[in-house]
């Protein structure tokens, strides 16, 4: 079955460092999202990607944050200048149309800023 | 404002009985999805089930149902015949039609678990 993978399943950064986690989502799908969830608190939605452009992104993706989908299959995002506060897992998820928009998620990336 | 609710923190049930996770929700945007995920331990997110705001009958999958009652705004899940793989932490989710967004708004989440 196919399935949203990530990688690396746990980085580990120093504070002001930059980091990209990856993500290949299925590969028929066409909708691309990252979310995060700090430990212990509900998921919340990050930004939203399509036709290689951002469509939505929310209050949380400030500057230092950025996504790219450099190829055909990856789906990345960067975080310029990591902040403690930027410790979370990070899930990406893709989804293949707008009809019910059922989005699979991957495993997500652990982040720990030190 | 638009919000997902689940007022259950925790949950017990015994094996092989059947469980009802609360989800209560608010949009004034006539068209919606509700979905459930469920997350074990692992921290993958498992996609459950959909319900459309338009759908006449409750959505089910397997041993997975939703109890879709929209004049109430409650999209409560309830699995039968729990399993000890049931255990887990379940979050409720919307999305909203109309509004040309595309993101996912979570609940808080209810941690299930089953005893033997």
């Known amino acids: 079955e196919p399935e949203v993978t990530q990688t690396p399943s746990h980085q580990v950064t120093q504070m002001g460092q930059e980091v990209i986690l990856r993500c290949v989502p299925i590969?028929?799908?066409?909708?691309f999202y990252w979310y995060r969830q700090i430990l212990g608190q509900k998921v919340e939605f990050l930004v939203s990607?399509?036709?290689?452009?951002?469509?939505?992104k929310s209050e949380i993706f400030d500057d230092q944050f950025s996504v790219e989908r450099p190829d055909g299959s990856n789906f990345t995002l960067k975080i310029r200048s990591t902040k403690l506060e930027d410790s979370a897992m990070y899930f990406c998820?893709?989804?293949?149309?707008?009809?019910?928009?059922?989005?699979?998620f991957g495993a997500g990336t652990r982040l720990s800023v030190l | 404002a638009q919000k997902i609710t689940q007022t259950q923190p925790g949950m017990f049930v015994q094996e092989k009985e059947a469980v009802t996770l609360d989800c209560t929700y608010d949009?004034?945007?006539?068209?919606?999805?509700l979905f459930w995920y469920k997350q074990p331990s692992s921290g993958e997110m498992i996609f459950l089930i959909y319900q459309g705001s338009y759908d006449q009958q409750n959505a089910t999958e397997g041993r997975y149902s939703l109890n879709f009652q929209k004049a109430r705004k409650s999209a409560n899940l309830v699995i039968s015949a729990s399993q000890l793989g049931d255990s887990a932490m379940y979050f409720c989710?919307?999305?909203?039609?109309?509004?040309?967004?595309?993101?996912?708004?979570f609940g808080t989440g209810t941690r299930l678990k089953v005893l033997a």
């Open positions: 998820a893709s989804s293949v149309n707008l009809a019910k928009n059922i989005q699979y």
């Open positions: 949009t004034s945007d006539p068209s919606y999805g």
């Open positions: 990607f399509y036709n290689n452009e951002i469509s939505e």
């Open positions: 590969s028929n799908h066409l909708y």
């Open positions: 989710a919307m999305i909203l039609g109309l509004s040309g967004t595309y993101k996912y708004i």
